[in-house]
């Protein structure tokens, strides 16, 4: 294989990035047509610790009363919406687009069962910090049988 040939791959490569890429906004709607409104999904580290499970998202330019969380079971549902704050006008030319604007959300499944009434979050230079207590496991114990 010459090295045109190589190029040819890498140029395929990009290209199929790119439509990954596209086709990941493009989801069926009630009535069976396709929609590309674009939810997007935050960058997310999850930690844990020997009490906590603890969620750190990546939320730069959301106000924290735009950030809704929900607890449900072992679903740990992180969703909200990030305003633009440069509003162009229809002729400006955008020369790099990369930062996601718009609705967002992330659903977490939680591998470990967690004490959903001691849930608490902060929210600190961008980042949502959420600590999730891990539920006690009870202690084993030696159950001793009687006679009848």
């Given at each position: 294989m010459d090295i045109t040939d190589l190029e040819g791959l890498k140029y395929f490569e990009v290209l199929q990035n790119q439509m990954n890429q596209m086709m990941k906004d493009v989801r069926l709607t009630d009535s069976g047509g396709l929609s590309c409104d674009r939810i997007w999904k935050p960058a997310v580290d999850i930690y844990e610790t020997a009490e906590d499970v603890i969620v750190l998202v990546e939320v730069a330019g959301i106000k924290k009363e735009d950030i809704n969380l929900v607890f449900n079971k072992d679903l740990l549902i992180i969703a909200g919406r990030r305003e633009n704050?440069?509003?162009?006008?229809?002729?400006?030319?955008?020369?790099?687009?990369?930062?996601?604007?718009?609705?967002?959300?992330?659903?977490?499944?939680?591998?470990?069962?967690?004490d959903g009434e001691k849930i608490a979050a902060?929210?600190?230079?961008?980042?949502?910090?959420?600590?999730?207590?891990?539920?006690?496991?009870p202690a084993s114990r030696k159950i001793e049988i009687i006679s009848e």
């Open positions: 704050p440069a509003q162009f006008a229809p002729t400006k030319k955008m020369h790099q687009v990369e930062i996601d604007f718009g609705y967002f959300e992330r659903i977490i499944k939680l591998a470990l069962p967690i902060s929210y600190k230079d961008g980042f949502l910090w959420i600590h999730l207590p891990k539920l006690k496991k």
